[in-house]
């Protein structure tokens, strides 16, 4: 699709059976889609979910956004990056808009809706769930890389105890350098705190540590729990 927003071509993929048997369907949005096809075989996990629970995932619909380059991938997730209110603006009145109009085209109804992201991806989901928290019932973070600046949004949101939120980090993160600024992230530290500030807001959080680094093998082996916890629960 031609994003006017954001002033590029998004090329989104879904992955879906054939043909969802049912009219209620489950839709999570993915960031870093290229990535997740890739790297962290999301296809396949949604495959094996298939084979082995098919009355949970043959209503499952998964909708890969990838975020170009590096830079762009920073700039859209980071809560300070040059272009974050667009990608938040994008996300909400391009693509979700456009999502629903191909599923309301198929006589779907949208029954679960989800984000799931990693590292900056994760930071992103949150960025977006806390704008506007009644559209999402769940949430599932894979060492996400948040910022205070993420804390500041969680705190401000008035409601989010009809999330449920999936947190995953390891703890051989917090050494974990960003590439774009050269900086470490702390990102064990920021989920634990994040995990204190999402506790006073009474959210239904499954929190899990790993002994884990900041890598796609990682999060690729958790992808399966992760998916079931969002058809599960």
Known sequence: MT???????????ILQPETPPNETINVLYVQDGDDYLKIGKIQECFEQLLNDHPSKAENLSIILVPPGNSIERYNFYHPE???????????YNELIPEIEKIFAGKRKRIQRQGLLGDSL?????????????????????????????NRQEAKAVHDLKNIKIYQ????KEDSFVSPISNEPLYILTN??????????KQVDVTYI??????????WQRDLPRALSYFLNN
Request: hydrophobic residues 40%; neutral net charge.
């Open 191 to 200: 989920n634990r705190e994040m995990r204190k500030v999402l506790a006073t």
């Open 168 to 171: 995953l980090v390891g703890k």
């Open 121 to 149: 991806g994760g930071a992103v989901s949150l960025s977006l769930c806390c704008r506007a928290p009644e559209k999402w019932t769940h949430l599932i973070l894979q060492s996400a890389a948040f910022s205070p600046k």
């Open 81 to 91: 990056g040059s272009s974050h209110e667009q990608y938040l603006k994008f996300f």
């Open 3 to 13: 994003s006017t927003i954001l002033e590029r071509q998004i090329n989104f993929y």
């Open 209 to 218: 540590e790993e002994d884990e680094e900041h890598l796609w093998v990682f």
